[in-house]
């Protein structure tokens, strides 16, 4: 069955320094989206992607963060310059046709560690 | 602001029973919702959806029932087994929220499910 695939499973990084979070999507899908979890709290909306360019964003998603899609397979999360607070769990989700009434398959999930 | 609520946030039930996992909403323009079922360490499972154009949705074992007017949705899982024990979230998405297509969930705390065997 396909599946979403994220990399790499946990990153630990010093406050300051800029990550990148990967994301294979599904191969057929047209809607890439991130979301994060902050531990123990919900499951929070961060941005979607659409032909090439952010459909929407949250008040999360600020100028530290951007995405791409640099090579048509590929789905990326950077964040400049990690703070603390950045710590969460991260969620790549991809939708299909993009009808309505589509659910949205995600992946394991990134564990970011900010230090 | 928690347009999603879950407000049970862990249950438990005898193996063989029925599990009923509540979620309420407060954003009417919400159309579209959805059950998703995690494991610690994994992304979120999809699990079962209804349609805001109807009041129940049966797969197997699971069953959704939508309350409109009381915004409110109900999972119901019968009977219950072992496999299940899990985190299970509401989400809700609406088309008039986002672009066609490319729609945002909003998700619920979460119920964490624990079946007793």
């Known amino acids: 069955e396909p599946e979403v695939t994220q990399t790499p499973s946990h990153q630990v990084t010093q406050m300051g320094q800029e990550v990148i979070l990967r994301c294979v999507p599904i191969s057929n899908h047209l809607y890439f989206y991130w979301y994060r979890q902050i531990l123990g709290q919900k499951v929070e909306f961060l941005v979607s992607f659409y032909n090439n360019e952010i459909s929407e964003k949250s008040e999360i998603f600020d100028d530290q963060f951007s995405v791409e899609r640099p090579d048509g397979s590929n789905f990326t999360l950077k964040i400049r310059s990690t703070k603390l607070e950045d710590s969460a769990m991260y969620f790549c989700?991809?939708?299909?046709?993009?009808?309505?009434?589509?659910?949205?398959?995600f992946g394991q999930g990134t564990r970011l560690t900010v230090v | 602001d928690q347009q999603v609520k879950q407000n049970s946030p862990s249950l438990s039930v005898q193996e063989g029973r029925i599990s009923i996992l509540n979620c309420d909403y407060t954003?009417?323009?919400?159309?579209?919702f959805l059950w998703y079922k995690k494991y610690p360490a994994e992304g979120p499972t999809f699990l079962i959806s209804?349609?805001?154009?109807?009041d129940k949705n049966e797969d197997g074992r699971f069953t959704v029932f939508l309350n409109k007017s009381a915004k409110h949705l109900s999972l119901h899982i019968v009977p219950s087994q072992p496999g299940d024990s899990a985190v299970y979230f509401c989400?809700?998405?609406?088309?008039?929220?986002?672009?066609?297509?490319?729609?945002?969930?909003?998700f619920g705390t979460g119920t964490r499910l624990t079946i007793i065997p």
């Open positions: 989700a991809s939708t299909g046709t993009g009808g309505r009434n589509t659910e949205a398959f």
């Open positions: 209804i349609s805001s154009i109807k």
């Open positions: 954003n009417s323009m919400f159309d579209y």
């Open positions: 989400a809700a998405k609406g088309a008039a929220l986002s672009n066609f297509g490319n729609e945002k969930l909003t």
